[in-house]
């Protein structure tokens, strides 16, 4: 399996913006993805999860409220919704997928086998 994140880019504080995170090879159906981010000089940090049932959501408390995690399993496609977006949310966001922790959210990276190359969100003040 292969992902490929898109859809980053720079916008004003208070604006929205989806990531699609796309799976190449095996459907997503079977699998846990999180979205995880990092910041220059700060350590990967998780974001947004969902088991692979799509039926238990994670998010970090500063997301809450603003993003939203949601798989579309015919377009093989997870996405994250994120809505008044704030300065501190700029980072590099990354999908991974979990085969082996699939029946649950994960917030530690080293429990997902497959990640995507990343795609840069940058909020201006």
């Known amino acids: 399996v292969q992902l490929q994140a898109s859809g980053g880019g720079l916008v004003e504080a208070g604006s929205s913006m989806r990531l699609s995170c796309v799976a190449a090879?095996?459907?997503?159906?079977?699998?846990?993805v999180d979205w995880f981010r990092q910041a220059p000089g700060k350590e990967r940090e998780f974001v947004a999860g969902m088991n692979w049932s799509g039926d238990t959501k994670y998010y970090r408390d500063s997301v809450k409220g603003r993003f939203t995690i949601s798989k579309d399993n015919a377009r093989n496609t997870v996405y994250l919704e994120m809505n008044s977006l704030k300065p501190e949310d700029t980072a590099v966001y990354y999908c991974?997928?979990?085969?082996?922790?699939?029946?649950?959210?994960?917030?530690?990276?080293?429990?997902?086998?497959?990640w995507g190359q990343g795609t840069q969100v940058t909020v201006s003040s």
């Open positions: 090879g095996h459907s997503f159906s079977t699998y846990a």
């Open positions: 991974a997928a979990s085969a082996n922790a699939a029946g649950y959210v994960s917030f530690t990276p080293t429990d997902f086998e497959i």
